[in-house]
């Protein structure tokens, strides 16, 4: 299976909002309404920011929020704050108990 | 609250198998709808799904890797294992071991991570 596709990099200035997206086929994100989006700071593990397209997990902020249209998924951060730069990974599910990440998206404050 | 931990060498030979294992703590591994899952990252690269296993034993494994691949379960222990065979500098990476919810399809919590080096 191939990695799903997000933009290598994304930027905005504290306050505004910055959208990633997270582009698969009809086999991953388009079939299925299992798309999770991960956060992942220098040297950490990854930290589960979304899941189900559009679900939070308790304690994530309200300021990130996901959606998807066809065979695309997208995470946007409203209000950028300083600690939101980090790398974003986004994951679905594809079928026959399998699972696919994307190639990661670097979220810059500038 | 649950806490995973990775375990194990840090080098290994080209050729050889790459052993891991993951000791769940602050809670059991037999909990109902939750597998238990590898995830690697090379450095400087994204995230790669190796597999995961239920409490029972049952497993799925990335396919690209599955030849390789062995994910066991020790729930004596409240531990879990990988182990990737005839590996390569490509397999070098970091190793994180994750509570799968297997509802929702997501990785909820996640180890500290391990690095492997694979080299002579």
């Known amino acids: 299976q191939s990695a799903l596709t997000q933009p290598p990099s994304a930027s905005g200035s504290p306050g505004q909002s910055v959208t990633i997206s997270c582009t698969g086929t009809?086999?991953?994100?388009?079939?299925?309404?299992?798309v999770s989006w991960y956060q992942q700071h220098p040297g950490k593990a990854p930290k589960l920011m979304i899941y189900?397209?559009?679900k939070r997990p308790s304690g994530v902020p309200d300021r990130f929020s996901g959606s998807k249209s066809g065979n695309t998924a997208s995470l946007t951060v409203s209000g950028l704050q300083a600690e939101d730069e980090a790398d974003y990974y986004c994951?679905?599910?594809?079928?026959?108990?399998?699972?696919?990440f994307g190639t990661g998206t670097k979220v810059t404050v500038l | 609250q649950l806490q995973l931990q990775e375990s194990g060498p840090g080098l290994v030979k080209p050729s050889e198998t790459l052993s891991l294992t993951c000791t769940v703590s602050?809670?059991?591994?037999?909990?109902?709808?939750?597998?238990w899952g590898w995830i690697r990252q090379p450095p400087g690269k994204g995230l790669e799904w190796i597999g995961s296993?239920?409490?029972?034993?049952?497993?799925y494994y990335n396919p690209s890797l599955k030849s390789r691949v062995t994910i066991s379960v020790d729930t004596s222990k409240n531990q879990f294992s990988l182990k990737l065979s005839s590996v390569t500098a490509a397999d070098t990476a970091v190793y994180y071991c994750?509570?799968?919810?297997?509802?929702?399809?997501?990785?909820?919590?996640w180890g500290q991570g391990t690095m492997v080096t694979v080299s002579s």
């Open positions: 009809s086999s991953d994100v388009g079939g299925y309404n299992y």
């Open positions: 602050g809670g059991s591994i037999s909990s109902s709808s939750y597998y």
């Open positions: 296993i239920y409490y029972s034993g049952s497993t």
């Open positions: 189900e397209v559009s």
């Open positions: 994750a509570r799968h919810d297997w509802v929702y399809s997501a990785f909820d919590i």
């Open positions: 994951s679905s599910y594809a079928g026959s108990n399998n699972f696919v």
